[in-house]
């Protein structure tokens, strides 16, 4: 029965996606025109760079600096979409990037996609980002595979100043999420939902396959489109720790 209730799910969701997939048109960094799989990676490395953007400059709700003093990896799912009739279905395509000896690594592409049964009815988009703290939240990302609340401790991060007041999220978690929900859902939740390279992305980007281990040490190849994500992450760790220097003076 399971089964019977996720395909209706999954069906209408995955149809939509690839009928939007099919018209995408976007300019690159350098101006240029790029149409169809190409578009859509752009439009996705812009829009993950928004969305963390407006996270961070929301007032009460920015990821405090002590979570981004820690976090060695940021990932972002720009507008996850999540059905639910009784069964909820999560599905995403995301970006996300490492700290390395020579700053932010080129974008790593991957994919989220999992469900969790409760009483939900509706269809949302979420904005959604995850930070990968200590040695051991990288750890989870640079695997071919791991699923989020079995094999990485995952939790809600805390906002503003809460971080300072608490540090049960440093003892305790490896991965922190933080969204913005678009629709009839207050939250997300991702127990049990796999996270796995997006290999047709990666190919599509870099021109040839590329392993999200690699791209994620800095030892992969670059593409000037990187910029449009990376630049916005840059500036999110920058605005906080001015932010900081600020709050504490």
């Known amino acids: 029965m399971k089964q019977i209730i996720a395909a209706l799910i999954a069906a209408p969701l995955l149809s939509f996606m690839g009928g939007c997939s099919q018209h995408h048109v976007a300019t690159t960094a350098s101006g240029k025109t ?16 928004d969305d963390l953007k407006q996270l961070m400059s929301a007032p009460d709700n920015a990821i405090p600096q002590d979570v981004l003093a820690d976090a060695k990896c940021i990932a972002v799912v720009p507008d996850m979409v999540k059905g639910g009739f009784v069964f909820g279905a999560n599905h995403g395509r995301g970006v996300a990037t490492c700290r390395t000896g020579n700053g932010w690594s080129q974008p790593a592409f991957f994919a989220v996609t999992g469900g969790t049964w409760g009483a939900q009815i509706g269809v949302e988009s979420v904005d959604l980002v995850m930070v990968f703290l200590g040695d051991a939240g990288m750890q989870q990302l640079l695997s071919s595979q791991f699923k989020l609340g079995a094999e990485a401790g995952v939790a809600g991060g805390p906002v503003g100043r809460e971080a300072q007041a608490s540090t049960d999220w440093k ?8 969204s913005r929900t678009k629709g009839l859902f207050a939250g997300i939740d991702l127990s049990g939902a796999a996270v796995k390279p997006d290999d047709d992305s ?13 791209t994620l040490m ?3 190849p670059r593409n000037d489109n990187s910029n449009l994500f ?4 840059r500036e999110a760790f920058r605005e906080s720790k001015t932010k900081e220097a600020s709050n504490n003076r």
């Open 171 to 178: 003892l305790k978690d490896k991965i922190l999420v933080y």
């Open 218 to 220: 800095g030892q992969g």
């Open 34 to 49: 790029v149409y169809g799989e190409q578009a859509q990676i752009i439009e996705r490395l812009r829009n993950a760079g």
């Open 230 to 233: 990376l630049s916005d992450v």
């Open 202 to 214: 990666t190919r599509a980007y870099y021109g040839k396959p590329v392993s999200s281990h690699e």
